[in-house]
């Protein structure tokens, strides 16, 4: 699976949105984009994942860079309680390789 | 509807002794992964059960090993504890398909004395 660069900490203000960049430029044509989020003293919980079109759910919205090697998670009205370390997977998706490798995230404080 | 079960949240054992650790998937998952956590890393990947055998393996000791009930439940097991197995424990079931999600538990905390 393809390496993902995040930035190591990141402070929004509540209410605003909170834009979480990750550079996965290896990342090749069957390998989707995912982003969980783990709050402290919990298990990750999934959010998103996408292969090249952007997609909206109703936790944030994922946006894909056209040359894919690059995504950006997007929580349209961060609040307090979405202080967290939030992480980008790329994971590749056929048989045999269904683990989650993850790096080392970014650290979002939202900020009141 | 019950998310991912963990038992037992925190465990102190001494070094050299064996632990057992459990897990119940979400209902309507039949795959479940276990997932070590050190302190400030991100969780990496142990093992994943499906069919009650291991499927895919990350870059762990013999000594830890597993196991998949008939009902989908696992047990994660690790023989001669060192200090350096002091970590959160996670599992994590999913759907068996290409890009089932994963539903993690809240972890079982072990330390090693």
């Known amino acids: 699976d393809a390496k993902t660069t995040q930035p190591t900490s990141m402070d929004c203000a509540e209410g605003r949105a909170a834009n979480l960049p990750c550079n996965h430029s290896?990342?090749?044509?069957?390998?989707?984009v995912y982003w969980y989020r783990q709050i402290h003293s919990q298990g990750p919980q999934y959010i998103i994942h996408g292969l090249k079109n952007n997609e909206t759910n109703e936790m944030a919205s994922l946006i894909i860079t056209e040359d894919r090697k690059s995504s950006t998670l997007i929580l349209p009205h961060a609040t307090l309680r979405d202080t967290a370390v939030y992480y980008c997977i790329v994971r590749r998706v056929d048989t045999g390789r269904r683990a989650l490798t993850f790096g080392s995230g970014t650290r979002l404080q939202v900020q009141p | 509807d019950a998310g991912v079960t963990q038992s037992p949240t925190h465990l102190i054992k001494t070094r050299g002794q064996q632990v057992t650790l459990r897990c119940s998937p979400k209902s309507g998952h039949d795959t479940v992964s276990w997932y070590q956590q050190a302190l400030g890393q991100g969780p990496q990947f142990i093992f994943q059960?499906?069919?009650?055998?291991?499927?895919q393996r990350g870059n762990f000791p013999d000594r830890f090993s597993g196991h998949q009930f008939p009902n989908y439940s696992s047990e994660l097991n690790v023989n001669a504890l060192l200090l350096g197995d002091s970590a959160l424990y996670l599992c994590?079931?999913?759907?068996?398909?290409?890009?089932?999600?994963?539903?993690f538990g809240s972890g079982t905390r072990l330390t090693v004395v």
């Open positions: 994590a079931s999913s759907p068996d398909s290409p890009l089932g999600g994963y539903t």
């Open positions: 059960y499906y069919e009650e055998e291991e499927r």
């Open positions: 290896t990342i090749s044509g069957n390998e989707y």
